[in-house]
T-cell receptor, first 110, second 111 residues
Framework: GQNIDQPTEMTATEGAIVQINCTYQ??????LFWYQQHAGEAPTFLSY????GLEEKGRFSSFLSRSKGYSYLLLKELQMKDSASYLC???????????FGTGTQLKVEL | EADIYQTPRYLVIGTGKKITLECSQT?????MYWYQQDPGMELHLIHY???????EKGDLSSESTVSRIRTEHFPLTLESARPSHTSQYLC??????????FGPGTRLTVT
């Protein structure tokens, strides 16, 4: 089976940097996704890591270590609009399915 | 920008009614998915399809059924709605199976 863990909630200050961690235990790992989901809305794609290392995309970066079953999402220069739930999802190619974690609710304060 | 649509966006319906939630995409994606998400909870895959006439059940058992007669269309049906079916239903599609584009969701309430 699949097991994905991420913190339930985090709080950070506008303009700061925040790191959201995700650990996973899966079979047939074929990549890890981060999605952003605002309350009442659909998830939107942020990043995809399939190899170890850091992927940078503007204010957002995502890191993966397959040997440790670990990923993090780094958000820089936080803005109020970044307040949302951040979902870690593992892609298991054998079943062509995404398994989602429960999400980390990020609150950005002034 | 992804072009995937769901209707209705909101639905309140009585117990025992039959309902169909519509999902359409104009990207020509072969792979489509239905997820169920309760407020503040994770997304659970309930159905997926790899192409026309292909449907599979997901990780979470669901009393709903799906069909895939056309590539662009992946409707979900509940034959007899119950209060336990109250949830948000999200449809997604993908070209490769990994990056998935989500529709806006249908928020269903069964009274």
């Amino acid at each position: 089976g699949q097991n994905i863990d991420q913190p339930t909630e985090m709080t950070a200050t506008e303009g700061a940097i925040v790191q959201i961690n995700c650990t996973y235990q899966t079979s047939g790992f074929n990549g890890l996704f981060w999605y952003q989901q605002h309350a009442g809305e659909a998830p939107t794609f942020l990043s995809y890591n399939v190899l170890d290392g850091l992927e940078e995309k503007g204010r957002f970066s995502s890191f993966l270590s397959r040997s440790k079953g670990y990923s993090y999402l780094l958000l820089k220069e936080l803005q109020m609009k970044d307040s949302a739930s951040y979902l870690c999802a593992v892609f298991t190619g054998g079943g062509n399915k995404l398994t989602f974690g429960t999400g980390t609710q990020l609150k950005v304060e002034l | 920008e992804a072009d995937i649509y769901q209707t209705p966006r909101y639905l309140v319906i009585g117990t025992g009614k039959k309902i169909t939630l519509e999902c359409s995409q104009t990207m020509g994606h072969d792979k489509m998915y239905w997820y169920q998400q309760d407020p503040g909870m994770e997304l659970h895959l309930i159905h997926y399809s790899y192409g026309v006439n292909s449907t599979e059940k997901g990780d979470l058992s669901s009393e709903s059924t799906v069909s895939r007669i056309r590539t662009e269309h992946f409707p979900l049906t509940l034959e007899s709605a119950r209060p336990s079916h109250t949830s948000q239903y999200l449809c997604a599609s993908s070209e490769t199976g990994n990056e998935q584009y989500f529709g806006p969701g249908t928020r269903l309430t069964v009274t």
